[in-house]
């Protein structure tokens, strides 16, 4: 466990002038360059870590990466300033590091940043660190989807991460696709996606075709997209022409995409029997751009044999 960092020196006063971070940077590098791991006692850390608020992204890389040296020793001051420093460059930088370092033991504070802290690039960062942390961080991560203050952004970031995580923990994204929480179940369902191309995983690939009759149409619309960008036509085509007259919008226009980008241009005439009998415009419009494009792909493709 992360040992208790409460006692360390408040750091937000910590400051370096141009001259000092530049001549510890020098320092730093030239350790760094030698195979020499930097000191590790609270003042030469300190001191890093004021560096990474240097104005300089070359500095700030030099001290990252020696705070990444440190290691497992760095985690307490990083983690402290990620949470605590008043200057949001310290925070950004903070959060890489310990991306870099990928110590289990910084999860809860990568978690209170990314559901506290008020800037994108700490959320971010915080949430590749979470992702290099691996399949510890799952749950932690498909936790935050449950909560209903949860941002688009946020989601986002989460699914992210989740695809990074997915090939080290394929059993826990299939777990997770099972969920009660619809949200849940789009961010595992959207994760299975490498595995799928891959083509190794047959598990995954049934999985993510079974969530094409899933009830919410958020999980079936992301299944759909899914299987858009990862199968090849001749194997999906039907099933996804079936979901051309799903009772969602929004799957509906997916599944023409879908259907477009894998050129299934076999699924030309159900897209227009389905928009015979289409009534929301936007979705005929949806329709109408897949059915030309793959038209005209299928003339160009015919013209060149």
């Known amino acids: ?51 990474l608020g240097d104005a300089r992204g070359a500095l700030r890389l030099t001290f990252a990466k020696s705070l990444g040296a440190v290691g497992d020793e760095a985690l307490p001051i990083l983690c402290k300033a990620l949470r605590q420093h008043q200057n949001v460059i310290v925070r950004r930088a903070s959060a890489k590091t310990l991306n870099l370092i990928g110590n289990k033991d910084a999860l809860p504070y990568l978690l209170e940043a990314f559901l506290k802290d008020d800037d994108p690039v700490v959320l971010g960062s915080s949430a590749g660190a979470m992702a290099t942390i691996g399949p510890d961080a799952m749950d932690s991560l498909l936790g935050i989807l449950k909560n209903p203050d949860c941002t688009p952004f946020q989601v986002g970031l989460i699914n992210l991460a989740l695809s990074f995580i997915g090939a080290k923990a394929p059993e826990a994204l299939l777990k997770a696709a099972d969920s009660d929480v619809a949200e849940v ?19 995954a690939r049934n999985r993510v075709f079974q969530a094409l009759e899933d009830i919410s149409a958020d999980v079936r619309a992301e299944a759909v997209t899914l299987i858009g960008k990862s199968c090849d036509a001749e194997d999906v085509e039907n099933m996804l022409s079936r979901k051309l007259v799903d009772q969602d919008t929004q799957v509906r226009k997916n599944t023409a995409m879908a259907l477009m980008k894998l050129e299934a241009f076999n699924a030309i005439e159900s897209i227009e029997a389905a928009k015979s009998t289409e009534r929301d415009e936007t979705v005929q419009a949806v329709f109408n751009v897949a059915i030309n494009i793959l038209s005209r792909d299928l003339q160009e493709k015919q013209e060149s044999e």
């Open 185 to 203: 179940r789009v961010a595992a369902i959207s994760a299975l996606g490498d595995q799928i191309q891959k083509g190794d995983d047959l598990r």
């Open 1 to 51: 466990m992360l040992q208790d960092f409460t006692n360390i020196s408040s750091i937000s006063e910590s400051q370096l002038t141009e001259e000092e971070a530049l001549q510890l940077a020098d320092e730093l590098s030239g350790k760094l360059s030698e195979g020499e791991i930097p000191r590790s006692d609270a003042e030469s850390l300190k001191r890093m870590v004021a560096g």
